[in-house]
C-alpha cells in the first residue's frame, strides 16, 4: 500500500530553533576562536575572516535565521577583539575597516546565495512530494474505482465516442468468456446478436446527442438461456462539459423479471378462478329459481288442490304437514 507524505512540514537540519541557534553560536565561537589562534600569522585585512567564513557555513547546516546571528555575532566580536586592539589615535584604519567590509559583504552574499538555493531545493522537494502525492492519490483512486467495479454483481463498461470498448469490470469476462481478455477497442457488434447490438448503439447515439442518461430494458440470450437487463447509460464528460465517452451499469434483473411473470400468471389464475365461481354461483342461482323451487312449488300446489278430495281427519293432517314444511324449504 502507498504510505502518504507526512502533513508536517520537513524540518530543517539540526534540530529544533533552540538547537539551530545555540549550534549556529557554537560555530560562530569556534570560528573567533581560531580566528584568535591564528592571529600572529594573519594580516591585518583578515580581521574580519570569522564571519566570512562561518556566517554561511552556519546558513548552510542550519538555515538562514542562524546564520545572520552568527554574521553579527562573529562580526561584534572580531571587531571587540581584532579591530579595537589595532586602532592606534591619530592612525587611520582604511585597511582593517576596508576587509571587515568586504570580508561582511562576502558573509551576507554567502548568506543570501546559500539561503537562496537552499529555497530553491525546498521548493523543488515540495514540488516533488506534491507530484509523488499527487500520483499516490490517483493511484489509490484507480484501485477504489477498480476495486468497486470489480466487486459489484452489474456489469459495469465505458465506451469511445466511436463505441469501442476502453474499460470493462471483471463481470463481464464471467458473464460473456468470449470477450475475456479480448474485449479492448471492440465494439457491440463484435459479441452481440445484431438487434442488440444496433440497438445498444442507437442508445449510445442518443446519450451523446442528448448529453442525458438513458434507462432501458434488454434480452440477451447467454449460455443458461436468454437473460433480462435493466441498463443505465450516461454521458461522461470532460472538465470543460465536453462528451469525451459513456458509461454503462447493466443488472440482469431475470430473476425478478421471472418472479414477475409468475405472479402475472398466479394473478390470472385467481382471475380465472374467481370468474369460474361467479358463473358457478349463477348457475346454481338459476338452477334453483328455474328447477328445484318451481319443482317445490308445484308439489305444494298439487298438495292443496288435494284437500277438496275429502281426504279423512287423519290423511288431512299429514297433508298440512307436507303442505307447511315444502312452504318452508320455499
Known amino acids: 500500500m502507498d ?5 508536517h512540514p520537513r524540518q530543517p537540519p539540526g534540530g529544533g530553533t533552540g538547537r539551530r541557534f545555540a549550534a549556529a553560536l557554537a560555530i560562530g565561537a569556534a570560528a573567533v576562536g581560531v580566528r584568535w589562534l591564528l592571529e600572529p600569522i594573519l594580516a591585518p585585512y583578515q580581521l574580519f575572516l570569522a564571519p566570512g567564513v562561518a556566517a554561511p557555513l552556519v546558513t548552510f547546516l542550519h538555515g538562514a535565521g542562524p546564520g545572520w546571528l552568527t554574521l553579527v555575532v562573529t562580526t561584534a566580536a572580531s571587531v571587540v577583539l581584532f579591530v579595537a586592539p589595532h586602532i592606534a589615535p591619530g592612525e587611520p584604519i582604511t585597511g582593517p575597516v576596508l576587509a571587515g567590509l568586504l570580508n561582511t559583504a562576502a558573509a551576507i552574499g554567502g548568506i543570501l546565495v ?7 531545493r525546498t521548493h523543488a522537494q515540495r514540488q516533488a512530494e506534491a507530484a509523488v502525492s499527487a500520483e499516490q492519490r490517483a493511484r489509490r483512486r484507480d484501485t477504489y474505482l477498480r ?13 469511445d465516442l466511436e463505441g469501442r470498448y476502453v474499460l470493462v469490470n471483471n463481470r463481464f469476462g464471467e458473464i460473456f468468456p468470449e470477450m475475456k481478455d479480448r474485449w479492448q477497442g471492440t465494439r457491440s457488434d463484435a459479441w452481440f446478436p445484431p438487434e442488440t447490438a444496433r440497438k445498444r448503439v442507437a442508445i449510445d447515439d442518443a446519450v451523446i446527442d442528448s448529453g442525458k442518461s438513458e434507462t432501458y430494458e434488454e434480452t440477451v440470450p447467454l449460455a443458461d438461456g436468454r437473460h433480462t437487463w435493466v441498463s443505465v447509460k450516461f454521458p461522461i464528460v470532460d472538465a470543460a462539459g465536453r462528451t469525451i465517452a459513456v458509461g454503462g451499469v447493466s443488472t440482469d434483473v431475470t430473476e425478478l423479471h421471472n418472479a414477475r411473470a409468475d405472479l402475472e400468471r398466479k394473478e390470472q389464475v385467481l382471475r380465472n378462478l374467481i ?5 358457478e354461483k349463477q348457475l346454481l342461482c338459476s338452477e334453483f329459481h328455474d328447477g328445484l323451487i318451481q319443482y317445490a312449488v308445484g308439489a305444494k300446489m298439487l298438495l292443496e288442490s288435494l284437500r277438496r278430495t275429502g281426504l279423512g281427519p287423519t ?8 303442505i307447511l314444511a315444502l312452504a318452508r324449504g320455499i
Open 147 to 159: 476495486e468497486f467495479m470489480d466487486h459489484t454483481s452489474a456489469l459495469m463498461y465505458v465506451k
Open 114 to 120: 546559500i539561503a537562496a538555493l537552499q529555497r530553491s
Open 3 to 7: 504510505t502518504p507524505p507526512s502533513p
Open 275 to 279: 370468474e369460474i365461481q361467479e358463473q
Open 315 to 322: 290423511e288431512d293432517g299429514a297433508l298440512d304437514d307436507a
